[in-house]
């Protein structure tokens, strides 16, 4: 699954394998916390968990790696990176694994920007190949990606989606406000409903300094 970013309209398409169902799991380690109970009563996977990175973090090596694999080498949204100047002020999300040989690899990325005082967007949502058929990590992004900015402020959480995945978004508590055509592909902008994404207790870091962007070869 993956959704783009209002700025990165200009590229067009967004691909997806949106799934019929879901079965969330809970942060490794962990019991099922409200957070976790929220998206299922039933959660009990140990498999995959959701983090936001700092930036220092080590995993941040993965997350900018699985991005590229995605949006360049897979999908052809980009050609040398995907990296623009929101990623600047983003807040980047990563999903990781927790078993087999692939135990702690990022999987699954997402990240969240705020645009102004309350009003926040999603966008680079993606999962790595292998694990698309694990549906629980896009819905774990998602989630992590809006409670996260709930606790911050967030007013309200916004994503265009391609139109493939609105029903999926729906069943997750979004609504459509209104449909877009970029480069002849329908979209929807959608908005999450932040009654249902109650806030999480993260706390917000502050950013980097601002890095130059890759130059392409």
Not at 44 to 71: E, K, N, Q, T, V
């Amino acid at each position: 699954m993956f959704f783009i970013d209002p700025s990165s309209h200009e590229i067009g398409r967004s691909p997806s394998s949106a799934p019929a169902a879901y079965t969330p799991s809970v942060r490794w380690g962990l019991g099922v916390d409200a957070d976790d109970f929220r998206l299922s009563p039933g959660a009990c996977s140990d498999r995959f968990s959701f983090h936001l990175l700092r930036h220092s973090s080590p995993l941040l090596a993965g997350y900018w790696g699985l991005r590229s694999r995605i949006f360049c080498e897979e999908q052809h949204l980009f050609e040398a990176s995907d990296r623009d100047a929101s990623d600047d002020l983003a807040y980047p999300i990563a999903a990781l694994t927790h078993g087999g040989s692939a135990a702690g690899s990022v999987v699954g990325v997402v990240r969240i920007l705020e645009t102004s005082p309350g009003l926040w967007y999603g966008g680079r949502l993606g999962v790595a190949a292998d694990f698309r058929r694990h549906n629980q990590i896009g819905k774990g992004l998602i989630w992590k990606a809006v409670t996260t900015a709930h606790g911050w402020g967030c007013r309200r959480f916004l994503a265009t989606v391609q139109i493939q995945n609105v029903r999926f978004f729906r069943r997750l508590h979004w609504c459509s406000v209104e449909t877009l055509e970029i480069r002849g592909v329908s979209h929807h902008l959608m908005e999450a409903d932040l009654d249902y994404y109650v806030p999480s207790h993260e706390r917000r870091p502050e950013l980097p300094p601002v890095q130059p962007l890759p130059q392409a070869a």
